[in-house]
């Protein structure tokens, strides 16, 4: 791995701040969510990057970014989540499978032969709780057979994982449920306040304005291998609802569901909680401390506030 030269970041995944006013992009429905967040952080601790916009299927486009760019690290947030939701990709498998298979394995191969790291973000949607793993018991570990693939997003994620968790090179971050403290249609909270019911089961999460500088932590490091990519401590959607009705809409209202989900999905949802033991005691060694999901979220929801307010 270049170790001497200043850090360069190539990153896949869309969204650029020099092109795209940030206003509209984070408004802007399939411009990488995720990959904003991230650059955000790049342009803010001054580091060098630049966004490709090849697709990460493409072997031959992908080399040729490589030698453009010289980047030394590579992170990728490109994937196929499915719009508006991840029953898009039971009716889209095969281009599932380019984005989140063979596109993933394909970013990873490359730079593996070019000697790069590569940060690639995943997911922990390829859990549910079990006999083994209960609500309030265990969390799964990093190192846990994973066990649902009733969804075809889930099971491209597995597979991905499978293949990725080979290479010396990667990184492998397991984003679950992610919030981020933005009014984007992908955002959990935005998703949660346009439901008239809810589900209200205890689950991992990723609040990401306190974990994505951990993730250039990693990267920055060199640090390899899959990590729970979420907050401690588990949130209900209650939870979530009742810090939103304190912080940001007073007037929110919702009601709970449970197995009438079953019916209007075409693809089962998971539920689970992660053990982040592992991403705790590596980000402390970096002196990266992680908030619990609930401080995280009381924080990422005064600023969405402060954003509404900023807006008028
Ligand atoms: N947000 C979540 O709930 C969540 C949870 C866990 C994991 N993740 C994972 O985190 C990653 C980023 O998610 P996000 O929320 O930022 O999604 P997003 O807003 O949909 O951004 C993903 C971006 O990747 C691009 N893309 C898809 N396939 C590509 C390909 N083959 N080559 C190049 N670009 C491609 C998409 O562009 P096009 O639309 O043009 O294809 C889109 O701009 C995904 O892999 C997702 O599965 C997200």
Known sequence: MPSERALNFLIFGKYSLQYIHHEISLTFPGNGWISGQMQEIL??????????????????????????????????????????NMDWCETHKQ????SNIIGAANLADCC??????????????????????PWGGPGY???????FTKSFYSYTKVTSEKIL?????????????PIAADLHPKNMIVKLSQYEKIVNVPNSGSILPSLLPGALLL??????????????????HNEIMELLKKHVWP????SNFSEEQRKILQAPRSNLKMDVTKLEKKLHQYGYDLPSSHEAMEEAFKKVKQLQEARG
């Open 112 to 133: 593996f032969l070019k000697g790069l790291h590569l940060t690639h973000f995943g997911s922990g949607c390829i859990y549910d709780y079990d006999k083994s793993h």
């Open 43 to 84: 342009r803010s601790t001054g580091h060098q990057h630049t966004v490709s916009y090849v697709r990460i299927e493409n072997r031959e486009a992908v080399l040729s970014e490589i030698t453009r760019v010289e980047p030394t690290h590579v992170i990728n947030t490109a994937g196929a989540r499915g719009n508006p």
């Open 165 to 177: 968790r080979h290479y010396p090179n990667v990184l492998i971050l397991r984003v679950r449920n």
């Open 95 to 98: 281009e599932t499978i380019r």
């Open 219 to 236: 990267a920055e490091n060199n640090e390899t291998g899959v990590y729970n990519f979420a907050n401690p401590g588990t949130f209900t």
């Open 141 to 147: 570990t990093e190192e846990d057979e994973p066990n």
């Open 251 to 254: 007037s929110l209202s919702w």
